[in-house]
């Protein structure tokens, strides 16, 4: 994964926490700023993939490891 600003663990959280709290982490940063996500609902990468293309923000990354979901968001 690439470099990113900030980190939010939303391990253990099921929707829509996960995204709710990247959402809040993202309008306190920067627009260009990066959001790593880490999420063990399997729901997540539908709801990032859907976040991003609704707010605009940049979903530059999503993958999967070890029952973890991984997201690197770019703030807009």
């Known amino acids: 994964m ?3 600003d900030q980190e ?3 391990s253990g959280l099921n929707c829509p926490l996960p995204i709710l709290r990247a959402k809040k982490t993202l309008n306190a940063m920067s627009a260009g700023q990066v959001l ?13 993939d859907a976040f991003a293309k609704q707010t605009g923000n940049e979903l530059m990354d999503s993958k999967e490891d ?3 979901f991984h997201f690197l968001i770019k703030k807009s």
Do not use: E, I, N, Q
Request: proline share 5%; hydrophobic share 40%.
């Open 2 to 4: 690439a470099d990113f």
């Open 8 to 10: 939010l663990d939303a």
């Open 36 to 48: 790593h996500v880490v999420a063990t609902d399997p729901g997540s990468v539908r709801d990032f």
């Open 66 to 68: 070890g029952g973890k």
